[in-house]
């Protein structure tokens, strides 16, 4: 009795799941004239962003630029397992706390998040990771940093055991990188990522 009736309940949450999935698709063909990207509410990021249910951004291709209307975001992200890096921190943006951060998101397969805090920085978000190594940010962009696991001309002897090669092998396919901005991004923007606009909550009648 109590398997059967666990089977029903997951059966109900994965249609609930569906139905939300279609909702969204819907929104976004009606709404596409006005604003590009999937809209969603903050209870929707672990289906949309986490669970990836109906496998639309793994389908996609492209990394998640999260437009955050809400501002609460930021503090979703740091309460799941990722790497969180402010981009308006300097300190944040060093080239060695960039490189470890990075290399730590592959290594246990968690997100890299950029959260560019509203502000127009992605351009040097991008100086910075080349400047660990030329044409990084191109490999992080277009997966060749783990499908071709060029993450190792980025590791250093220092690093230790921790990140010999083999240490990797075992979950560096989970990586995923998160970009958060709160401003209205540039069209190339939008267009070089898969978009998903976080809305408020509408109000309970």
């Not at 604003?35 to 669970?51: P, Q």
């Not at 990394?63 to 300190?91: C, H, K, M």
């Not at 730590?104 to 660990?132: F, Q, T």
Request: glycine content about 4%; hydrophobic content about 40%; aromatic content about 8%.
């Amino acid at each position: 009795q109590v398997t059967i009736l666990k089977l029903k309940v997951d059966d109900a949450r994965r249609d609930l799941q569906l139905l939300k999935l279609k909702l969204r698709e819907e929104q976004k063909v009606s709404s596409e004239q006005e604003e590009k990207g999937v809209k969603v509410t903050i209870r929707d990021l672990e289906d949309v962003l986490i669970r990836d249910v109906g496998n639309k951004i793994a389908d996609d291709g492209r990394w998640p630029l999260l437009i955050d209307e809400t501002g609460q975001v930021s503090v979703f992200v740091r309460y799941t397992d990722t790497n969180y890096l402010n981009a308006a921190n300097p300190g944040n943006m060093e080239p060695d706390k960039i490189r470890l951060a990075l290399l730590g998101a592959v290594r246990y397969g968690k997100p890299l998040v950029l959260d560019l805090m509203g502000c127009d920085i992605l351009h040097v978000v991008k100086e910075r990771v080349n400047s660990i190594m030329e044409g990084l940010w191109d490999w992080i962009m277009d997966k060749t940093l783990v499908t071709e696991e060029k993450f190792n001309k980025i590791t250093k002897k220092e690093d230790g055991p921790e990140y010999e090669e083999k240490m990797f092998w075992a979950r560096m396919n989970e990586f995923k990188l998160w970009v958060i901005t709160s401003a209205e991004p540039e069209p190339e923007l939008i267009e070089m990522f898969y978009t998903i606009r976080v809305k408020p909550a509408p109000p309970k009648v």
